[in-house]
C-alpha cells in the first residue's frame, strides 16, 4: 500500500523560506507512471495545487506561486520536496503531498495526512 | 476565491440522495473530461470518490456518482449515511498554464 508522509517545521518566520518533504513508502518516485504534488488548504478555505514534479524532474507550478516555490525529488530517498520562498502569513496552512495517478494522470489518488505550517513570528 | 464554484453546504437525511454542483468555466470543466471529487473528513487524508467526470475508484462505494455539463460537474451521493458527513472538493484540469484547480468545498451535513 502507497504512503506518503510530510515533514518539516510547523513554524516559519515571515520572510523566511518554508520547507517540507513528502516521504513514499511502497512504491517508487522514479516510476514513469506518476507524477507527485503538493497541494495545501489555509484555514477555513479550499484546498489549492501548488504543484507537480515528474520522474524526469519536470516540474508545473501554480502561477499564482510560481516566483516563489521550487519542487524537487531525491529518487535515492524516494523523496520530494517543496520550498516556499518570502512567506507571509497567507501561507498559514495544511500541506498535503500527492501522487498524480490513474490511466489519464488526472487525478490525485493517494495522499499524505498532510502538515501543517504556521507563518508567524 | 477558488477557482471552482461549491455551495457552502449541503444536508440531507439517511437513505436521501444530495448533489453537490461545482461550476467552472469553458478553460476547465468545460473542455476537460479530467473532473475529480475528494472527500475530506477533518485531520484525515483527502480521499478521491471520483475520476475522470464519473469513474468510481476501485474500493468506493457505487453511492457516488458524478456527472457534466456544459461549465459545471456535478457529485451525487444517494443512499445517504451518516459516515458521508464530510467535505467535499471538485477539481479540475485547467491546460497547460494553470494545470489543476479546486472548488472551495462542499460541507455535507446527514441530518
Known amino acids: 500500500q502507497l504512503q506518503l508522509q510530510e515533514s518539516g517545521p510547523g513554524l516559519v518566520q515571515p520572510s523566511e523560506t518554508l520547507s517540507l518533504t513528502c516521504t513514499v513508502s511502497?512504491?517508487?518516485?522514479?516510476?514513469?507512471?506518476?507524477?507527485w504534488g503538493w497541494i495545501r488548504q489555509p484555514p477555513g478555505k479550499g484546498l489549492e495545487w501548488i504543484g507537480t514534479?515528474?520522474?524526469?524532474?519536470?516540474?508545473y507550478y501554480n502561477p499564482s506561486l510560481k516566483s516563489r516555490i521550487t519542487i524537487s525529488m531525491d529518487t535515492s530517498k524516494n523523496q520530494f520536496s517543496l520550498t516556499l520562498s518570502s512567506v507571509t502569513a497567507a501561507d498559514t496552512a495544511v500541506y498535503y503531498c500527492?501522487?498524480?495517478?490513474?490511466?489519464?494522470?488526472?487525478?490525485?489518488?493517494?495522499w499524505g495526512q498532510g502538515t501543517l505550517v504556521t507563518v508567524s513570528s | 476565491q477558488s477557482a471552482l464554484t461549491q455551495p457552502a453546504s449541503v444536508s440531507g437525511s439517511p437513505g436521501q440522495s444530495i448533489t453537490i454542483s461545482c461550476t467552472g468555466t469553458?478553460?476547465?470543466?468545460?473542455?476537460?473530461?479530467?473532473v475529480s471529487w475528494y472527500q475530506h473528513h477533518p485531520g484525515k487524508a483527502p480521499k478521491v470518490i471520483i475520476y475522470d467526470v464519473s469513474k468510481c475508484p476501485s474500493g468506493v462505494s457505487n453511492r457516488f456518482s458524478g456527472s457534466k455539463s456544459g461549465n459545471t460537474a456535478s457529485l451525487t451521493i444517494s443512499g445517504l449515511q451518516t459516515e458521508d458527513e464530510a467535505d467535499y472538493y471538485c477539481c479540475s484540469y485547467a491546460g497547460s498554464r494553470t494545470y489543476w484547480v479546486f472548488g472551495g468545498g462542499t460541507k455535507l451535513t446527514v441530518l
Open positions: 469553458s478553460s476547465d470543466v468545460g473542455t476537460y473530461n479530467f
Open positions: 511502497g512504491g517508487s518516485i522514479s516510476s514513469s507512471s506518476y507524477y
Open positions: 514534479i515528474y520522474y524526469t524532474g519536470g516540474t
Open positions: 500527492a501522487r498524480l495517478g490513474g490511466q489519464q494522470l488526472a487525478h490525485f489518488d493517494y
